[in-house]
């Protein structure tokens, strides 16, 4: 039988999943009930929250994080550009303004330093990215969001399994938002979830995924709303996915550890540092080769060569992307004065953008395909 390549997705889904899936419907209540209901319950005890409400998906989680906070639009939001475009876009749905601030050279997550210096009358809220799986300094940004008075929104899509001295990420903001796409830790497909521990923002947002109904049911709505939400075949497989996280985020952490111990043997090249009282989650294991004369285009194209599927992510910012060198045409644009984008310098996230690439880490990898992407490791870069 010929050997795979070892891929970067391979998402954990089986005949659990399948069969869950094919009972909602045989039994015909396709729209969210039971199982997500039970889905729900079980991601709010993993993050120890009083509240988890799913929906269609983790841009939409955060949309709607968004719709429930107090901002205006016109009001800034310090974020990272180093993130998928989804968290800029949240930020724009609304009217408000993305600003962006560098990010720690060791862990790539926003610089709270640089946090703190770019708040401005008009920062009304922080929205911090679990970026990789590995936690922000959430204690320190709710430290700083409660000395300023700002919205705190935790962009954790990518943060199953993230705790920060053993608390799970998603109830350290005012509200904390989930995907459940098919390349994370925990998928469904589409889905997302939010987390938060207001039940204010809960029920705000419950009644705006259900078009701005009452809790109480009926055709009675108290505010503009949405149609955002979670169907029952996907709630199934999400809370089939919540039986297997623990084992799944195991075998994420036993991979990643394997590779930090090879690449602590390779001179100049690194990966994520992880402070003392986090856990990483492990979405990505990204190799930094800043350092090297190797850079990620020829590592990516050595390791296909040996059978090892690799790619960079995030190698143009959030502020370089097309989108952002023209938002005339945005639908706010009227209304709000963005700022030219062209002119934002983030120079340590710009050097981690070229400079960075993620390894297979999914959990179906064989111990002979994790041997083999750390020799191809060794081979290139020693």
Known sequence: MEKRLIPFVDPSIGVDEANAASEVIKSKNLVEGKNT??????????????????????????????????????????????????????????????????????????????????????????????????????????DLAEDHNLYLIEDAA?????????????????????????????????????????????????SLKNHGRTLKGGYKHIRVGFNARMTDVVGAIADIQMDKIDDLLKKRSYIANSYRKVVDEIDQIDYQHIPKGMEHGNYIFAIDTRNHTIKPAEAVSRLRQLGILARPIYSTLSYQQESFKDLSNWRWSNYVEYPNYSNVVCPVSESIAINHFEIPIVPSLTNEEIESVKSALVEIFK
């Open 158 to 206: 990518q943060a199953h399994g993230a705790r920060i001295d053993g608390q799970h990420v998603g109830g350290f903001g005012d509200v904390g938002t989930f995907s459940l796409y098919i390349t994370k830790n925990l998928v469904s497909g589409e889905g997302g979830i939010i987390t938060t521990n207001n039940e204010e923002i809960a029920d705000k947002i419950t």
């Open 37 to 142: 209901r039970s889905f729900e319950r079980k991601f709010s005890k993993m993050t120890n929250t009083k509240y988890a409400i799913a929906t269609t998906n983790g841009t939409v989680a955060l949309q709607l994080a968004m719709e429930s906070s107090p901002l205006k639009p016109g009001e800034e939001v310090i974020t990272t550009p180093f993130t998928f475009i989804a968290t800029t876009n949240s930020i724009l749905y609304t009217g408000n303004v993305p600003k962006f601030v560098d990010i720690d050279p060791n862990t790539w997550n926003l610089d709270i330093n640089k946090v703190e210096e770019a708040i401005t009358e008009n920062t009304k809220a922080i929205m911090p990215v679990h970026i990789f799986g590995l936690a922000a300094d959430m204690k320190a940004f709710s």
